[in-house]
């Protein structure tokens, strides 16, 4: 009986481009996908991904990562942060500059649009259910996946407020399991495992802190629906001393992430269903490695 594969990332922010990195040692195999679900960070890059799921397509993205920073996606302000507070918002941003983004680098606008079959993942804010958006708006649908708590405005879609998918499901192994997928392969982002100290500022904080829960939910997640269907997940990089909010390094991430996917390709990363040792809960002794 045949399988189907899809391909499935997970959120991690500044860390997403670890999984270009993955995609480029992966589709230079050869491999192909039924379909792709993302979340967070995760669903920016399968978006992309299932619109032109090609070398030439994995190239692009990782163009757009190099030339990303900080700014791109969290612009500061004092005046922002003064009026939030003024206004008592619920958020410190409008995602202005992340549109902007999305619509210079994303080659579709409709989801539907993909070639791959897209199911983006957000979270309802009410009652915390997760959300899979499979049809409409594209940008509409990614700043939903996006929508960092408390940074970001919930998005308003069929009557539902949505908020950032990494809320509930972080690396949607449920859902592509719901959508009829036998076999997963599946795109961490890791995490800064030789960082010496906390990063600094309440978004940085923030965001470093739904990412460990994040992965100790992929490997609840991976053990739990072991069961259900092969799951094969991408080995992250290790050590590694970047946290999700720090867009200065991401050349470097990029390469090493391909050269480390295509070594756990060669040692026969995809006929392995357990989870890396990378993502469970350590730290290096005195070592600092970006």
């Known amino acids: 009986m045949s399988s189907t594969t899809p391909l499935v990332l997970a959120g991690g922010g500044s860390l997403g481009v670890v999984q270009v ?7 230079e195999t050869g491999l192909s996908f039924d379909f792709v679900v993302g979340s967070s960070v995760g669903a920016i890059n399968g ?23 900080q700014s791109d996606v969290f612009p500061f302000s004092l005046s922002d942060t003064l009026g939030s507070l003024l206004h008592q918002r619920g958020h410190l941003l409008q995602p ?4 902007r983004l999305i619509r210079r680098a994303l080659p579709i606008r409709r989801i539907e649009e993909a070639q791959l079959p897209l199911h983006i993942i957000a979270t309802d804010l009410l009652s ?12 509409q649908a990614l700043l939903a996946s996006t929508a960092i708590p408390l940074v970001f405005p919930a998005v308003s879609r069929d009557g539902c407020f949505l908020v950032d998918g990494g809320v509930c499901s972080n690396t949607p192994i449920a859902s592509a399991v719901a959508l009829g997928a036998t076999r997963l392969l599946v795109l961490p982002t890791g995490f800064g495992c030789v960082c010496k100290e906390p990063p600094q500022g309440l978004v940085a ?3 470093h802190t739904l990412n460990l829960m994040s992965m100790r939910q992929l490997v609840r997640d991976t053990e739990l629906y072991a069961a259900r269907a092969a799951i094969h997940v991408v080995a992250p990089l290790c050590p590694l001393g970047v946290s999700v909010f720090d867009f200065g390094q991401t050349a470097e991430l ?6 480390q996917t295509r070594l756990w390709l060669d040692v026969g990363g995809l006929e392995q269903s357990r989870v890396p040792d990378s993502l469970q809960a350590h730290h290096h002794a005195d070592m600092v490695m970006s």
């Open 96 to 99: 202005v500059a992340f549109k």
């Open 47 to 69: 978006a992309y991904f299932a619109a032109r799921p090609t070398l030439a397509g994995v190239a692009e993205l990782a163009e757009v990562w190099c030339g990303l920073r």
């Open 128 to 139: 915390g259910a997760e959300v899979a958006i499979s049809a409409g708006d594209a940008e």
């Open 21 to 27: 990195g993955m995609l480029q040692a992966l589709v």
């Open 254 to 259: 990029l390469q090493r992430a391909r050269e």
């Open 205 to 207: 904080l923030a965001l």
